[in-house]
């Protein structure tokens, strides 16, 4: 069956630093990979996405991610943290053209 | 604009009360899902359309109907609420005219509190 781990349920930075937050996955055939974001209060915004060619892919925000097949991975990165970065992001595999199936999210803290 | 939204917003009701969320698009969309939301286990597919015609079950349908009165309409009732159905839920949709890993696009959510 499908699975989405994300290893770290909170995370600290501070304020221009850099970001990594871990994805990994469990699926059988090539995955379509994404990197969602939730504000308090608010739905998810699609942050990327990656379903085949170059393996770092370019979101808003700044944002990146970077698929990594030999070890089942997805991780997003940030070079440099801002204040409104603060919020709850979510990787999910997606099944095709059918069903996502939705880590159990990453609460990012940033520091002033 | 083209959009996803959710009615309502926020929710109390007691146990053992029918409970109907409900979930409009303007995107045009075909295809249109539930989740809940429980911190710490991120979001569970509770039930997809992928038309009218078509409702399939999620992870965690049980407890759950959904109705699918028009491509733009998604509801979703709880027929006797319980307390463990406490959460955040959203409505999203999807456009497979879109091709390849076509995302999902996710209302506001309505926070249901079940006393």
Not at chain 1, 4 to 29: F, K, M
Request: charged residues 20%.
């Amino acid at each position: 069956a499908q699975s989405v781990t994300q290893p770290d349920i909170h995370i600290t930075v501070s304020e221009g630093a850099s970001l990594e937050l871990r994805c990994n996955y469990s699926y059988g055939a090539t995955p379509y990979l994404f990197w969602y974001v939730q504000s308090p209060g608010q739905g998810l915004q699609l942050l990327l996405k990656y379903f085949s060619g170059d393996t770092l892919v370019q979101g808003i925000k700044g944002f990146e991610a970077e698929f990594k097949r030999s070890q089942s991975s997805f991780n997003l990165r940030k070079p440099s943290v801002h204040w409104s970065d603060a919020a709850e992001y979510f990787c999910a595999v997606g099944e095709g053209f059918n069903k996502f199936y939705f880590g159990s999210g990453t609460k990012l803290n940033v520091k002033p | 604009d083209a959009d996803v939204t959710q009615t309502p917003r926020n929710r109390i009701t007691k146990t053992g009360k029918r409970i109907m969320l409900e979930c409009s698009q303007t995107k045009g969309h075909d295809r249109m899902y539930w989740y809940r939301q429980d911190p710490g286990l991120g979001l569970r597919l509770i039930y997809y359309s992928f038309d009218v015609k078509d409702i399939n079950k999620g992870e965690i349908s049980d407890g759950y109907s959904v109705s699918r009165q028009a491509q733009a309409k998604f509801s979703l009732s709880l027929e006797s609420a319980i307390p463990n159905q406490t959460a955040l839920y959203f409505c999203a949709t999807s456009d497979l005219r879109a091709g390849g890993a076509n995302e999902q696009f996710f209302g506001p959510g309505t926070r249901l509190t079940v006393l």
